[in-house]
Each structure stands twice: as C-alpha cells, then as structure tokens.
C-alpha cells in the first residue's frame, strides 16, 4: 500500500498522539477502561475514536472509529486512498494492529476491507469493564457498539441513588426505559436495587441485556425485561399505578418501528413521557431524563411543574466534552 505522508495526515497523526496521552492518563487516573481518545480535533478528520480495553475472549484493546459526515466530497479513489491513509496512521499511533480496529463509515465503498468486517463474518464479541461490571460489546455488528460510553457518568449517578436508597433499607425498584442493552439496570442492580423493570421494543437488545445480566451474576426472575413499545406500556403502569424509586428515561430521537402504534419524536412527546414517568414515582422518587436530540428544547413549564434539574454538565463525561460544540446529550434529573 502507497504511504501517505502528507503533512495534513501528520497533523492528525500527531494530535491522535498527543489526545492519546493525555486520555490515557486521565482514563488510568479513574480506573476507566473505556473511553473516547479523539472527537473531530482537526476539523479535516472528521472521526470520533473510541478505545475499548476488553478483557474476554482475549484481552486486547480496540478502536471503534465512526466517521462523522461533514458533507465534502472526494472522488471514490481518493477517498479510499485517504481513508486508508487515515486507518494506517491511527494503527501506528495506537499501536493497535488493523484486526482491531473498527471502521464505521459514512459511505459504504470498496477498498479498506481490512479495516471492515465483511457482511458474512460473523462478528465477534467481547467483554468489557465499567466500574468493575462487565458488558458485552459488538465493534462490528451494528452502528453502535452495546455500551454508550457518554453515558458513564450517569450510570455512576443512578447507581449512587440506588446504593443510597438500598443503605437505608428501602427494597429499592428501578424503571429503565428504552434500555438498549440494559447497562443502566446492571449499575443499578448490583448497586442494590431489590427489582427492576427494563423495556425496549427490541428482541436483539433485550437478549443482549440478557447476557448482560448473565455476565454480571443478576438474578432474572426480580429484574425482568419486558419487549414492549414504551408509549404503550407507560399507559398500562400509569394506569395499574405502578411506583418505581428510581426511573431512567432515554428515548432515541425519533423511532417508528413496524412493532409500534404511533412514531416517537421526542422533541414533541417528551412532556407526555416526562409527565407519565413522573406519575409513576414512589414519594422521594427520582427521574433521570437524557436526550441526544441535538436541537432539543425543553419545555419550560415542564422543568418548573416537575422540579427538573439540568445536570448535562456533570452527565457528559471530560472525554466527550470540546469547546464551544454540544455535547452528545443532555440530561435532567428531578427529585432530590
Ligand atoms: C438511545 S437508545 C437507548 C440507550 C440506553 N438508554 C443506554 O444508555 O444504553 C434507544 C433504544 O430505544 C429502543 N426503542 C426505540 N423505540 C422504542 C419504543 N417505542 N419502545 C421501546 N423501545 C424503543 C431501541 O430499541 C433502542 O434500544
């Protein structure tokens, strides 16, 4: 393969370097084993690249590195050229071989198969580490990954409130809504909880957390997972008054699956799931509320009736913070 040494490729080469360093030392610092080591620093690399330290089948380190669309255009050949270019360096810097690097891209094209898993491989799975929790995480299966990593501080937040709650005895229920793989119930069940409830409307997720469970030692029968359209569901719990210490409630943007009634846009339903989470707290109950919507606005009235507080500040963890850009989310606890 043609060595790239152009000097814009040393420019991103040399910040990958010095981003590594730095995130390296900070991640050792906090016992953090996963965590994001480059966020668009030179605007002309436009990738988010995440390091994953897994500790099952093998220990061995990967990078998942997504390709943000800016929008400009190359020709196939340089495009390929470039991305290939780009790969090479973060391999070097890393010294991560190219198996263990994994490429999302904006464009499916021919020419960097060894960076991507061809459609008919089976991808393989791992075990990672969280605050000494394991979860399952897939690099090459799906766009994401199994375990959001700018959710890490908000994990620690939830299970805090359920270690308080446990340590004073109260048989503490979690609600996790839209739970993905789950790895909000798996913080909060060996935090303590006594039962929890995790919906999600999808089969693959729910098995995941399954086997998030499974990693973890969580005892399925008093922490159940329900496959249910959470606009649905949420009528059913308001109306059979069903209470929950503890709730998380982060729905993805927009949703229509075939499996639901009516679509979910979260920017004009959030008042009406806020509302029913809400109606479903036990007396000093607590709603976590996160959304990735990047245009969202809350509505005012809402944060003043449900006593919400914005804690994005301390929900998005350093490693995804960059001057002057949004974050991935941003969330509200109420409560407490
Ligand atoms: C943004 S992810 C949630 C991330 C998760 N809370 C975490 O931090 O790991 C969105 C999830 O919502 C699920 N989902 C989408 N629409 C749904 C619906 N109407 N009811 C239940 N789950 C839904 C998807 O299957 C997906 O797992």
Known sequence: MAEDNSPMTSAFANRLRKNLAHWSKWARRRGVTCFRIYDRDVPQFPFAIDWYEAISPRTETHLHVQEIDTGWKMTDEDYTAWLVAVCDAICEVCAIPAGQLHLKRRERQRGTSQYEKLDDVAAEAFVVLEAGHRFEVNFDSYLDTG????????????????????????????????????SFTVHAAIAGAGHSTTVDLSNTYQAWTSRNFAHNGIDAHRHVLVRADVLGWLVGAVATKQRYDVIVLDPPSFSNSKKMQDDLDVQRDHVRLVTQCHELLSAGGELFFSTNLRSFEIEPQLVQKMSLREITHQSVPEDFQRPNRRGPHRAWRTGI
């Open 147 to 182: 375990l959001f990593l700018d959710h890490r501080p908000m994990r620690a937040m939830v299970a805090e409130s359920i270690a308080g709650r446990a340590k004073r005895g109260n048989g503490t229920r979690f609600l996790n809504l839209f739970a993905y793989t789950g």
